[in-house]
């Protein structure tokens, strides 16, 4: 039998979703050996021609990490989608934006001037933007452009599978291998991350839920023991698809969020904000969290129902 | 003979509205308050519950006309007392405070504000005091912080209030 | 799946609505609809032949989902829902809208613009039919016994009325013997007849004629079948659930046998110890083995585990005809079975030591109304007489003080609503005895609102009682002539008094009796601020809580008299049996429902659900889920609004019902103002929406209309998702804040809607776009209004732009 | 050996010497070092309040700011400072829109008011701080039987609310220091009431009648001496008797002490060095009786 083919590609990211792959350790030697990798741009030398070149639907599984920021990602997304017969949006940046997805806070305009103009180890006294389109040598280049909004892959190519995280746990990515390879598939649309929140693998006891105020981290003696909530500090595991472990909260940190909303949420956000206004003593206790959109919507602004801000 | 009038209610607001008179609104005149008092029982000039009456009943102009706002002597008796806990003392003061800003100061008290805007303190030391002083083997006093202190009476307009007592007097 | 039938069925009201609505234009757009099979036009559809053409039509043409625009909102959906049930029509799948309240008459003068908003929501209706899913009966059983906690005057009564209806009643008691509060108080008002008069005989016990019916000493309580009496017990533990409760009490030893004493006192009278009689007010000593006053239940005597020395002295056990004397009872606990539990735990008397001024505690002749009731009574420590218990002297000036803790921000902010009464009644027993004691009472507004209560103050007058009006600022005393000097002003004559007295009587507080708030956790039942328990609604339900067969009657509510403590017995007992008397308890299955796969275990919703519905269940080794209790929950939806994880729904309304509804009530738009969506909850908020119509108070036709059962349901992903849709604001409207019918719901919503805001501004949004709105009924002008208001409040804004990339 | 601000106020250096020096040398004797900071002013006491609350607010926190600055919790000997410097040290601690008002007032001023000290009455800290146990151990003058009639005044105690001091409706902690010293407090009729001292100058003759109240009761008890805390109640209860005289045409002739005075008779000060000559109604029969 023909070994299937694998393309992975690193659009608006950080890179980090590539390293979590080598996480896996000696499994990655075996997925080496089940399949052929046809694309990966960080390791192999490929180009967009070759890419082009290969039939419809001829690469088996693509692993597609990082967001849609630029007319390059969205080019690249639309041609791995026809490529591929399953398309994985890979990390938190493919499925819900994550940290990259915070800059639709702002448009195109305000980033390039607070980029190219504004950041105080920046000379540029004749104000010179990126442009798409720029001579050289009488050569036209050609950039990408820069989108206003940032979008998770879902948005502009049919997505079949999810594994989320800021990276995705190593164990939920070599269980995907594991899945793919034996060719058990779940229903188009799943996520290889539990169906469930942090707060299921979480150690911490939960006790009254009585939130009076909120506190950073550092404001308090962490018991080790209860749940942050229950000590005042934003924890965003009761909102946040399991998987990771609660790895963070095994070593006293709260959660931040990067395993995106839980599978039937559409707004990770406020999914959180929902509960603690609940069992908030007090109305007013959400505006003492320092910053919301940062607090609560870290890795998923993007994929949020508003996705972006309105009016600036 | 019986008159017909119409209450005055946004006064006793008015005092509400003010630091320090915040709780007159919840007297119900139990009279605690007059029975807990030194000077209501010396006096007939002054009944801190009749005043209080007077006030919630908006009767601003027989408030201020006769000097009963000024007998209280701040022993907070009532205050200790009330069950409704309303701060007696500070809405005599929110009172007085009112008064003041409308010119009507009793004579002792612009002289404590002048000795205060001039010495830096209501009560000055003679000659004679600074000498016995030194006899019993006091130190000297130390400098009155009299610049800062007409800063600070400039900044919330205590001076002008005493400048227009001048005029008007 | 069988296929989609939907029915429409359309109420002219008479032709009333056909000059506002163009209903040809109706009828041919709800045509158009796939899967809208039947559309009918009549007058009313609720009885008669309208309703018959719903039957015919469920029968014959096998509409399987209904829905009708009809007036008379409730009324005309109990109808029609119960006819379509017994046409064979599964409840859910019937919806009646109101287009009349709606939408004709508050938009009457804009006939085409309401004939658009008509069009809207029956698409929402539609929309949601599609979706809709049978909601079933359940059944649970139901035991034909309860509990009745305290066994003052309200206890007994409503053990009594169980008694006679044939259930099986436990009546406990915490105090070795029945009684109560009234009991000690001796006398009631305004008859001044024996307050140990409280309880009457059952009709069964045929040698006890009516006219005896009320005395304790005389009734037969104990030969009354069916009623059980623990006395010296407490409840410890309550398991199970309405219908079916698993009790656990505890008997305290009472170290004498209650099937073998005879009341014979002989123990009584052997025994060496005497200790201070606190049932007396300490003015009298009693023995280690005693009992409290001749007239009581049960006629057993009782040790005082704090003083005797038992097998030191074992006098009483030697004495004893009977032997009935056991010095080695041990605690018992025991459990029993209920069906409904009735709480009448009563009041208790303030401690006024706290009260400094008043020296309570510290001068022995200041005592309270209480106190002041023994000494009062025939059978009490002084036989009747009152003296200065400082030297035992006869008192011959006596002064009340009024309000002694009560109405006083420091301690208990309300009324405590009798003991002006109390006051007078003790004024008066002196004053007739005694003519010559001279008694005063201070007050600052003598209260007396019952029946004959304020001739009982004209009574109180003519004996020559003394009212001052006045609340004393002090009691002090003189050490030389051991008077009392009650200072106060006369503030009638604007004098200062300084009374001189020899006995003051402090007429304090009333308060929760002990233990309230433990007993509330046990129950699971809530306090009010003051700490009393908390009716479901004191308007309507006062002798319900929130939890289903827990009943509420008497003092534990609030200090009140004999009458009313006596009305809320009976009240308590007709709901008990009103809750069992089937034997059974049906219920529709309009519940939560938890997604196992989901839930997270973050434990957020068990907090928040009011009736204490949801509880945490360990699945396997390692997960734990929330789980709706179907027999506690009230189907409000609080819950759904709180799972951070989406993994609760409504079986009745469920979250893809409300997007349905709330995408296709903004995709027809026909007017140009600024569409708002305007949630209401199916309670306040959206009966203010039926009176606005009724009202005809005009609002625009950008209002569009959703009901929630509660808006506690309200999750700010539904504010978001409106706004997405097109909403230009979102109205949610909902009761008033302190009268949610779920309790919290509203307080929830404020709570979110807050927080959306927060978000609102991050996503650059005005945050005023999303408002609450508190209405009752009443008050549909006030929905108008707020309409109206929102919608001006928009038309300022502007529009909301979305960028084109989203 | 622990260090205050001496916060000394308006009455005291201008008309009770006595008072000052005789709380200088009990207090340096029970190691309580006072220190004297350059630049306080008036405390903005009642008069100040009735002309304006918050000017006086102001004022109170500008004289707390020094301390603050020299990180010293202050003393005062005048239960009238102290009573309107922690009603604004208090309140400004807690209220923070007021805090931030004051503070917009005396930036103008150079100062910002912090919340970081305390303000302590000399009896207070005599109570709490030094303890009953020290003066005892420290007495070298025995008190004879003398029978006082203790008078806390007002300002020490009331608004308890904000001061905290002892039980305002059974206070203790003065009587028992005046035992410490081997006196007996004795009970007399309204004792805790007002002595009227805050209406001279504006209505002497009712403050007359209510000092003349005072006297009566303590003298009917048969007080020895009345002993006060705070310079009013001094000025009133001792020079009111010889307004007294005037008016009721009465002679009382009943010494008024301060405490520090009755401290430091007994902890064996000189009685040269305590200015006694500043007592209008003399206080001879008292040091005869003391010895």
Known sequence: MQKPKLALYWSASCGGCEIAVLDVNEKILDVAAAVDIVFWPVALDTKYKNIQAMPDKSIDFCFFNGAIRNSENEKMAKLLRQKSKILIAFGSCACDGCVVGLANLWNKESIFKRVYIETPSTINPASIFPQNKVKVNDKELELPVFYDTVKPLSHVVDVDYFISGCPPPVACIANAFEIILNNKLPPKGSSFLPNKSVCDECPREKKDRKISNIKRIYEIEDDKITCFWDQGVVCMGPATRAGCGAQCLKVNVPCTGCGGPGPQSSDQGAAMLNAVASVAADPKVLSQAADPVGTFYKYSLANSILRRKIKE | MTETKEFNVPFSKEVASRYGGETVMLCYQCGTCASSCPVAKTTEKFNPREIFRLVLLGERQEVFQSNAIWLCSSCYNCQERCPQMVELVDVFFALRNIAAKEGHLPKIYSEFAFALMNDGRIVPVSKFIERKREQIGLPPLKTIGTEALRKILAVTGFDKLLLKKEVES | MENLKIGVFLSDCGKVLTKILDFDNIISFLKEIPDVTVVERGTEFWKGSGLQTIVKTIKEQKANRIIVAESLPKLSEIKIVEAAEAAGLNQNFVQVIDLKNHCAWPHRNVPKEATEKAKAMLLASVERAKILEPIHKLEFPALKSVLVIGGGISGIQAAEDLADLGFEVHLIEKAPFLGGIAARAGRFFPTDDCAACIQSPTSDVKTITHTSRKCIYRSGIAAISGLKIHTNSQVIKVEGQPGNYRITLEKKPRYVNETKCISCNLCSEVCPIEVPDEYNANLMNRKAIYAIVPNIYPPTYVIDEQSCKFHECEKCVQVCPTKAVELDQKPEISTINVGAIIVATGFKEYDPSVIKEYHYGEYHDVITNLELARMLDAFGPTGGRIIRPSDGKPARRIVFVQCVGSRDKRWNDYCSSICCMISLKHAIMIKTVFPEIDVSICYIDIRTTGREHEEYYEKARELGVKFIKGRPTEISHDPESNVLIVDVEDSLLRRFLELETDLVILATAMVPSEDTQTLAEILKIDIDKDGFFKEYNAKLRPTETKMRGIFLCGGATFPKDAPSSSLQAHSAALKAVKFLNTGKIVKDQRTAVVNEEYCGDCEFCPVSCPYNAIELVKIDEKHVVAKVSDLLCEGCGICIGTCPLNAIDLRHFKQSELLSQTKAILSINGQDKPLILAFCCSECGGASVDSAGMTMSNYPTNVRIVKVPCTGYLRIEHFLTAIKNGAQGVMVVGCMSDGCHHEEGIKMVEKRIDAAKTLLKEYGIEPERVELFNTIFVEGDKFAEAACAMTGRLEKLGPLRFSKEV | ?291
């Open chain 4, 1 to 291: 050996m622990t260090s205050y601000s001496l916060f000394l106020g308006c009455t005291i250096p201008a008309r009770l010497p006595n008072y000052e020096v005789s709380a200088r040398k009990a207090l340096s004797r029970l190691d309580i070092d006072l220190v004297d900071l350059e630049g306080m002013t008036c405390c903005a006491p009642p008069p100040v309040q009735s002309l304006d609350l918050e000017t006086s607010l102001a004022i109170a926190a500008y004289n707390i700011c020094l301390s603050e600055e020299a990180d010293l919790d202050m003393i005062t000997l005048c239960s009238g400072c102290f009573e309107s410097l922690t009603v604004a040290n208090e309140t400004l601690k807690q209220n923070e829109p007021l805090k931030a008002k004051v503070n917009g007032i005396l930036a103008e001023a150079g100062k910002e008011f912090k919340g970081s000290i305390e303000v302590k009455h000399y009896l207070q800290v005599l109570s709490e701080e030094v303890g009953k146990e020290k003066i005892k151990a420290n007495i070298a003058r025995k008190m004879g039987n003398l029978r006082v009639a203790s008078f806390s005044g007002c300002h020490l105690l009331r608004p308890s609310k904000i001061l905290k001091f002892d039980d305002t409706e059974h206070p203790h902690a003065y009587d028992e220091l005046i035992e410490a010293l081997g006196a007996k407090s004795i009970w007399y009729r309204n004792k805790q009431k007002c002595c009227g001292g805050l209406l001279r100058g504006y209505a002497d003759d009712i403050a007359l009648a209510i000092a003349r109240e005072k006297i009566i009761n303590a003298s009917k008890a048969g007080a020895d001496c009345i002993v006060t805390i705070c310079p009013f109640c001094y000025l009133t209860l001792d020079l009111g008797q010889v307004l007294m005289k005037s008016t009721y045409q009465e002679e009382h002739n009943l010494p008024i002490l301060h405490y520090s005075e009755l401290l430091s008779l007994a902890l064996g000060v000189d009685v040269k060095e305590l200015a006694l000559e500043f007592h209008k109604i003399k206080i001879d029969s008292i040091l005869n009786k003391i010895g």
